[in-house]
């Protein structure tokens, strides 16, 4: 999706639907895709810089503790 969203028909949206998905999983799903596409061009033309290890590890015992929600 990220790299081919124009070519993506409606052959492709049936296979979701035959393994299961309805439409609130697919619309969920781009979206995620979208968002994450957005974020990573955003984080590399800007310069942020990624987080340490020891800061995923941190971030990881938070989520674990608290929930990923705030």
């Keep these: 999706m990220n790299r081919h969203s124009a070519e993506i028909a409606p052959a492709d949206i049936e296979s979701l639907y035959e393994a299961g998905w309805d439409d609130a999983a ?39 503790a608290a929930g990923y929600v705030r």
């Design 26 to 64: 697919i619309y969920y799903a781009i979206t995620v895709c979208a968002l994450f596409n957005f974020y990573n061009r955003w984080v590399d033309a800007s310069g942020v810089h990624a987080m340490s290890d020891e800061t995923h590890r941190q971030n990881a015992k938070r989520s674990v």
